[in-house]
């Protein structure tokens, strides 16, 4: 191997080592307090015999080429259509994941003489495309809608002539709270912009049948909502909707679209059959709905902290060492809860990210949260 590649990587490593940001896959085991399988689908055997009827329909393992080419099958077709109607857009892209499809939407659609105002909590995933566009990018403070009017104006009032783009996730990723998305579709409108909205955590659990929070929005004309499948929809895959020109653009333009193999036709069967369980089976989100509200009673009254009002709960420890070493007692206890740590979330405030799904029960949680109260207590700071 190439010395100077090896001192190279060594070098990082051991940066990494030191400030505790070291990472390596672990397995899951103990309790998921840690998955974005909040609706317990991932092993559902619904979505078990989706597979297993289209397999014996022969729909094929792999769809042996790019979208474009052979790879189109019947099973993305169908998807997309029955999303479309689903989330209430005219047009619907099934990508292999969400990482891909923020990174081709936000990559692509806005234009060098363009606008993207961003939160400066979005997912890197967001960010990458972000980062890959010709158009002038400015991040603003969490939530601040004032903040992002403000942005635009200031881009306007210094010439700036083509599109604003707000890019957003309607539910944070490591926070668990909402966008203020009515406030930001006004700014939107206001200055003929789009706003996106990245409906990850949202998706099967907020807004009717799951939906996501974008959908009472009383106007969808300048929306565009990626609802990825790997997290309540308990399989792979993003559907972004949007108005069929859009889609139709990023058909022609998207590079990581085009230049790519299909998604599985058996994941899209999977997915397709998830927002059927999505409309069929409503106890599930009531369920879960309990279950958050336990979980929140629980964090307030052993750890003294505010619930999210969401599925996601962080327990912000700030140190990385610290969240690192109580994440590991956690895990020992048979408890498996994950630390959080820089780059993924900003310096100085690695967490704990409490994740509850219908894996659990409210026993478990009780316990979890005994286990964490004590673990806190006996960790220094
Ligand atoms: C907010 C958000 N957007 C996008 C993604 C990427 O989705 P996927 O896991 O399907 O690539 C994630 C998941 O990690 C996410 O949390």
Known sequence: MSVVALARVEKTLAGLERKSRFRSVALGSGIDFASNDYLGLASSPRLKTAINTAIKRGVPVGAGGSRLLRGHHIEHEMLENEAAQFFGAERVLYFANGYAANSALFSTLPQREDLIVYDALIHASALEGILASKATATAVPHNDVDACELAVRKWRRQGG??????????????????????????????????????????????????????????????????????????????????????????????????????????????????????????????????????????????????????????????????????????????????????????????????????????????????????ALMESTP
């Open 161 to 374: 002539k083509g599109v604003p783009w707000i890019g957003v996730e309607s539910l944070y990723s490591m926070d668990g709270d909402k966008a203020p998305l009515v406030g930001l579709a006004e700014i939107a409108e206001r200055h003929d912009g789009f706003l996106v909205i990245d409906e990850a955590h949202a998706t099967g659990v907020f807004g009717k049948d799951g939906r996501g929070l974008a959908a009472d929005l009383p106007t969808r004309n300048n929306i565009l909502t990626l609802h990825t499948c790997g997290k309540a929809l308990g399989a792979s895959g993003a559907l972004l909707g949007g108005p069929a020109i859009i889609i139709n653009y990023l058909v022609n333009r998207a590079r990581n679209f085009i230049y790519s193999t299909a998604p599985s036709p058996l994941m899209a069967a999977a997915v397709r059959e998830a927002l059927h369980i999505l409309a069929d089976e409503p106890e599930r989100r009531d369920h879960l709905e309990r279950l958050m509200a336990h979980a929140g009673d629980r964090l307030q009254l052993q750890l003294a902290k505010t619930p999210s009002g969401s599925q996601i709960l962080p327990v912000l420890i700030g140190d990385n060492g610290r969240a690192v070493s109580i994440a590991r007692r956690m895990q020992a206890e048979g408890f498996d809860v994950r630390a959080i740590r820089p780059p993924t979330v900003p310096e100085g405030t690695a967490r704990l990210r409490v994740s509850v799904t219908l894996n659990v029960d409210e026993e478990k949680i009780s316990a979890m949260f005994e286990r964490l109260s004590l």
